[in-house]
């Protein structure tokens, strides 16, 4: 074979070591560039596995033919991939659904000394300083002022969570734009990735491009994805294709029927409905649809519950100038509770008196106060429920119930164990008896049905009668579906502070689970990282090597340079 | 493990904005002077906090009702003393008068006195506190006695029986008012005619009986005084009790809510001193480069 291969094999070593000098100087270009894998020169000698072209001298035996270094691969773990996709999702779905929730505490701003647990104890306090003071006009001023304060902080932190469930809605939308855009990027990525495999080359930046909105597309929702043999990736977005070889499928953002004003992502295929079981999408509409709708309804319970509460025992009542059967507080939930401007102009129609011409009569004020230590009936509960001024049969009407502090909150039913009895049961009709009542007949006029336990009366129902009201027909009319459960709801107190203290305890765990998937998302990127990140002494100790293989490549050419004189310019000048 | 350059930076980053969020979260424990900012720092201290401060205000209410209402029976009692002493000094004219000795000019001497003391009986009867007629039941916006004539002839009961119910705590209610018609009985109308005989000079068999009205009078009186006594002082039993309730949710309250400042100072230095050595390590090694020792 001759000096020449010798040559041949320098300069092949000559460009595989400049190749990997280049790949290093791209690795350390790369080095802060998101998603970018390092890559590493094939190094493969040439000759020596049998399936190349080999020399053969027969007194040297078998030498290769130098370096091969066609390939430059990325170094990359598809597994820690999937795994690190699934904590991203995770990661998501609790950061986005945590901070929702973290506003909505600051919206209840409790405890503090300006939260509405405060304002709800001045708004007692005035009335217990009217029942010192019926007289006194200083006393329902200053329960006008400390009513429309606290109505209107009730109606603030409605407004507010409202505004938050259409942030969130806004943020449907723009997760929806997020995932069509992407998905346009990765199909318009698979069809270079296979232009430029099927040349026979590595498309090694363009599949760490597509990796990375793989990672950013795991972020919004839950995402399957499988590399097909023509080198594109098909992209699954919960039940249905996202991306299928260069073409990518839509979201669309369509107004939600079953929720006025909010809107549901659909495929733009079918119309069906988009369903992700994590990711931020999952994480958004959790805050959306189940956690701040709770949160507002508890809010309207609580409101309603002082509303009926109150009103039922101001309406019986009697103002300074006489006036009778004004509502205190107008309005049906939190979003419109507010005082009745009647009594806001005239605070002396306040009704604090049990009869006309009682300047000095406090009874209704302190019945009012005292709903502040005593569980109330819940006002426009379900249904299933009996409540004031509800017709039972014909001529009949429940005209008032009143409940002993003692029962604790829940759902009471009315059931009959005999004729002529019945029987009040916590939680269930086959819950605990907590109190019996033996009927008898009513009427015409006003009677009540009384349960007691042992010597306490547990509860009263007041009935006006429009004619004879027979123990049967009241044993009928009350275990009736519709009116044989009375609810009872906790003090207004106790139950505003079950709300602050279970969205504490609802905040905590998302920021716990938030925190937690976050941690094991770091985890994995770092171990992701461990394998595909680029190590600057790594590479510059990469640089080195290469740097002084292509120095001995150059001698190796020298070497030869110098034999080839020695042959040719030194040999036969014997007699010259 | 392989460190790269970039998980290297992102732990950095992450030591960092963690040393640093402590630091922060002290800061505002210190600067507040509670451990719990927002309810999810502590879901079920929050809900004790939020009962305790509710209870504190209920008591701090339950004892300005205690307050108003203490003030309310001062001045009822006050106005009992004086009527007491008004009767005693009826009494003791009516015993002069009754002993035969006095002659007509004497007795219309009398008459005139008992004159007096009906009068000022009734303006105790009429008596004020703030907007309200006190001893009128519920209507208090008009005098509780009606005087009719000048000197009177008749002096009338117009209030009712209506009781001030005010809560003074948790399980009780009490009544700060007392009714005039209980505390005075006839005795303004009957002390009307004892004047009325002074002065027309009867004999002391007809002023006699004045007595045993007068007698039956100031015994009422200092009954209705026994039971404004005691009510006062369940009042005070109710306040003081109150008070030592309040000092202990206070302490209660704080034990959930407020830091404890030597605890929370000496972990404010130690976050300090981590931090520090956080930003020394990263100063070091982000120096460290092979590139340091190549040529």
């Not at chain 1, 009996?386 to 005209?399: C, H, K």
């Not at chain 2, 999810?40 to 201290?45: A, E, I, K, V």
């Not at chain 2, 209980?182 to 005989?197: E, K, T």
């Amino acid at each position: 074979m001759g000096l020449s291969l010798g040559l041949d094999i320098a300069v092949k070593a000559l460009r595989a070591h400049q190749l990997a000098v280049d790949v290093a100087s791209h690795n350390i270009a790369n080095v802060q560039s998101p998603g970018f894998s390092r890559q590493r020169v094939l190094l493969r000698p040439i000759g020596m596995d049998g399936s190349d072209h080999f020399s053969r001298d027969a007194l040297l035996g078998r030498t290769g033919f130098g370096v091969d270094a066609s390939d430059v691969n990325r170094v990359r773990d598809l597994f820690l991939d999937f795994q690190a996709r699934q904590t991203m999702s995770s990661r998501g779905e609790y950061g986005s659904f945590s901070q929702p929730l973290s506003q909505a505490e600051v919206v209840f701003n409790d405890p503090s000394d300006d939260g509405i647990s405060n304002l709800l104890g001045k708004f007692w306090a005035a009335w217990h300083d009217v029942v010192n003071d019926p007289e006194s006009s200083a006393a329902r001023t200053s329960l006008v002022h400390a009513t429309t304060t606290l109505t209107s902080r009730l109606q603030t932190a409605n407004a507010e969570l409202t505004q938050q469930r259409a942030d969130l809605n806004f943020q449907v939308g723009s997760i929806a734009d997020q995932i069509n855009g992407k998905a346009e990027e990765l199909a318009r990525l698979n069809l270079q990735v296979k232009q430029v495999e099927l040349s026979g080359d590595k498309a090694n930046d363009l599949r760490d491009r597509r990796d990375l909105l793989l990672d950013d597309l795991s972020k919004l929702g839950d995402i399957h994805y499988v590399e097909q043999p023509d080198t594109s990736v098909s992209v699954y977005l919960g039940s249905h294709e996202l991306v299928v070889g260069t073409a990518a499928r839509t979201v669309n953002q369509v107004q939600d029927p079953a929720q006025p004003g909010m809107t549901k992502l659909v495929y733009a295929l079918d119309g069906d409905d988009v369903s992700v079981s994590s990711g931020q999408l999952k994480g958004v509409l959790d805050a959306r649809d189940v956690a701040l709708p709770d949160l507002l309804a508890k809010l309207n319970t609580f409101a309603s519950g002082l509303i009926g509460s109150i009103n039922t025992i101001h309406q019986a009542g009697f103002g300074l100038d006489n006036s009778t059967g004004l509502q205190f507080l107008t309005g049906t939930d939190a979003s419109t509770i507010a005082l009745n401007s009647v009594l806001a102009g005239s605070p002396q129609s306040i009704a604090a008196a049990s009869g006309a011409n009682k300047a000095g009569d406090g009874s209704i004020a302190l019945a009012i106060a005292n709903l502040q230590i005593a569980p109330t009936m819940i006002a426009g509960a379900a249904a299933a429920n009996l409540v004031v001024n509800e017709s039972l049969s014909a001529g009949n009407t429940a005209t008032g119930l009143s409940i002993s502090p003692t029962l604790q909150p829940g759902s009471y039913f009315i059931t009959s164990p005999a004729p002529g009895t019945l029987e009040l049961r916590y939680g269930s009709a086959a819950g605990a008896v907590v109190g019996t009542a033996t009927l008898a007949p009513i009427g015409p006029g006003s009677g009540a049905i009384t349960f007691v336990n042992g010597a306490t009366t547990v509860a009263t129902i007041n009935v006006a009668a429009g004619g004879l009201y027979t123990a049967a027909q009241q044993e009928a009319d009350l275990t009736a579906a519709g009116n044989n459960v009375i609810s009872v709801q906790a003090a207004p107190g106790a139950y505003y502070d079950n709300i602050v203290s279970v969205l504490g305890a609802d905040v905590n765990r998302a920021r716990g689970l938030a925190e937690s998937s976050g941690m094991l998302n770091d985890h994995l990127e770092n171990m992701r990282q461990a394998v595909s990140g680029v190590n600057l002494d790594e590479e510059v100790t990469n640089l080195n090597a290469s740097q002084k293989a292509y120095q001995a490549a150059a001698r190796v050419i020298t070497t030869i340079d110098e034999m080839l004189d020695t042959l040719i310019n030194r040999t036969g000048v014997v007699g010259r | 493990m392989r460190l790269s350059e970039q998980s290297r930076l992102n732990s950095q980053i992450s030591y960092l904005s963690q040393a640093t969020e402590r630091m922060d979260t002290i800061q505002r424990q210190l600067s507040t002077n509670k451990k719990i900012q927002r309810a999810s720092d502590d879901p079920s201290g929050t809900a004790q906090s939020l009962r305790y401060r509710e209870d504190i205000a209920f008591e701090a209410q339950m004892r300005r009702n205690v307050e108003n209402g203490t003030a309310f029976l001062n001045v009822t009692e006050s106005a009992l003393s004086g009527a007491t002493d008004l009767l005693q000094r009826a009494r003791e004219l009516t015993v002069q008068a009754s002993n035969g000795t006095l002659g007509a000019q004497e007795k219309a001497g009398v008459g005139t006195e008992i004159d007096q003391i009906l009068q000022q009986m009734a303006q105790i009867g009429n008596t004020k506190f703030g907007d309200a007629y006190i001893f009128s039941g519920h209507q208090t916006q008009q005098p509780a006695y009606v005087v009719t004539g000048q000197p009177p002839t008749v002096i009338n009961y117009q209030g009712d029986t209506g009781q001030r119910v005010r809560r003074i705590s948790q399980q009780d209610t009490v009544s700060s008012n007392v009714i005039g018609s209980d505390a005075f009985g006839n005795i303004m109308n009957q002390l009307i005619s004892l004047r009325d005989n002074l002065k027309n000079g009867a004999p002391a068999t007809t002023i006699n009986p004045s007595l045993a009205d007068i007698d039956t009078a100031l015994n009422n009186v200092l009954n209705v005084r026994a039971d404004v006594g005691a009510r006062l002082n369940r009042f005070e039993a109710t306040s003081s009790r109150s008070a030592d309730k309040d000092i202990n949710l206070q302490e209660m309250r704080a034990g959930i809510e407020d830091i404890d400042l030597a605890e929370t100072i000496v972990s404010m230095t130690a976050q300090q001193n981590a931090l520090q050595a956080a930003l020394g390590a990263i100063g070091r090694t982000s120096n460290m480069s092979l590139l340091n020792f190549l040529r």
